[in-house]
């Protein structure tokens, strides 16, 4: 988990507050990359930004991912 907020936090210079509020949902892998959408932010307009694959980056993040429990039906 720590290895993923740290991917997060410096690709997209994310603020602390921001990487506490992210939540799964508000990333999209699409295959070789993550579009990572941040909807609050400290001014009020909403950032994107792209996750490459450098390195191991979105394996770790694939593997993070599958270790989370998948959300309930209600």
């Given at each position: 988990m720590?290895?993923?907020?740290?991917?997060?936090?410096?690709?997209?210079?994310?603020?602390?507050?921001?990487?506490?509020?992210?939540?799964v949902?508000d990333?999209?892998?699409?295959?070789?990359?993550?579009i990572?959408k941040?909807?609050?932010?400290k001014?009020?307009?909403?950032?994107?930004?792209?996750?490459?694959?450098?390195?191991?980056?979105?394996?770790l993040?694939?593997?993070?991912?599958?270790?989370?429990?998948?959300p309930?039906?209600?």
């Open positions: 720590i290895k993923v907020g740290l991917i997060l936090g410096i690709a997209g210079a994310c603020r602390t507050d921001e990487l506490v509020n992210l939540t949902d990333i999209e892998d699409v295959g070789s990359s993550l990572v941040i909807p609050n932010t001014t009020k307009i909403p950032r994107i930004f792209v996750v490459t694959d450098v390195g191991n980056m979105l394996e993040f694939r593997k993070y991912l599958s270790l989370r429990p998948s309930r039906q209600a």
